[in-house]
């Protein structure tokens, strides 16, 4: 059976607590208009995680929304313990990321968007892979999009593999728990794609560090639309990621001269308990 088909079970889910021998954690929400549902994310997660994770911070970076959401996280920050970031303009999801992350101070970085189609209690299948993995992915099982958003992350997913012959099947995915050393080192060099993790990934995997895929639930959006793109905007979309591909392709070619991707040293793995690669 496909990944894209296998369903997730909660049955044996060890909800913590996390090893403190392993360093705390920083969860990071980039946020963009979404006032309908950042409450309730915020209150999900810090109810999950709080009492379980021993060194937690609670980073949220809006990016400039035309909504109501400051107001609502000027509200919520009076009452959860949330560090508050705020900007006059919208940057776009990639460099919101890049500045989201950027805040954070424990070892490890769970980035997590912000529409809540990741579960919190789903932060307990990617914590076990702290002490084997630098970057664990929440790989979405199955995906629960538009078509056109399915299929779009299909094709890009499938030509990151082909471009440089890479294992893993969701590389833009908005669930990642990763080391803070790594997002230090590799993301000032992230620029040439608009979906951050993908590229993050891809750099990372040549830079050597050790990342693995955990398949995790994925909800369908209750409330809103998508804040990264319409169906209106695709075909731009798609160009300028293709684009980025080439030229991403051109500068770590160049840089890895006489290997193939993926053949210069760098780990990766498969789920230990699921999928091949």
């Known amino acids: 059976m496909s990944s894209a088909n296998r369903t997730v079970s909660r049955e044996q889910l060890v909800r913590g607590p996390a090893d403190p021998a392993l360093g705390g954690v920083s969860l990071v929400f980039p946020v963009y208009n979404e006032s309908f549902i950042i409450e309730t994310t915020l209150r999900n997660y810090i109810a999950e995680l709080g009492g379980r994770v021993q060194d937690l911070e609670v980073v949220v970076a809006e990016d400039g929304s035309t909504d109501d959401t400051k107001g609502v996280l000027e509200r919520l920050e009076k009452e959860l313990p949330i560090r508050l970031f705020m900007s006059d303009e919208r940057k776009g999801y990639q460099r919101a990321v890049i500045d989201a992350v950027a805040h954070a101070t424990k070892p490890w970085v769970f980035v997590v968007d912000s529409d809540y189609q990741f579960a919190a209690i789903d932060f307990w299948r990617l914590e076990p892979h ?148």
Request: aromatic content about 16%; proline content about 5%; some cysteine.
């Open 130 to 277: 702290r002490k084997d993995y630098d970057i664990i992915l929440g790989m979405k099982a199955p995906r629960k999009d538009p078509f056109y958003r399915v299929w779009l992350s299909w094709g890009y997913n499938f030509l990151l593999r082909l471009f440089f012959r890479l294992p893993y099947r969701d590389m833009d995915t908005g669930f990642r728990l990763i080391r803070r050393e790594a997002l230090e080192k590799l993301t000032p060099a992230v620029k040439y794609m608009s979906f951050f993790t993908a590229e993050f990934v891809v750099r990372a995997h040549f830079a050597g560090y050790k990342i693995t895929e955990v398949p995790v639930p994925h909800y369908e959006r209750k409330i809103g639309s998508t804040t990264i793109f319409f169906i209106s905007n695709l075909f731009w979309i798609c160009l300028t990621q293709f684009v980025g591909l080439f030229r991403l392709r051109k500068e770590l070619f160049g840089r890895h001269a006489g290997t193939r991707p993926g053949a210069d040293g760098a780990t990766s793995s498969s789920n230990p308990g699921g999928r091949a690669v």
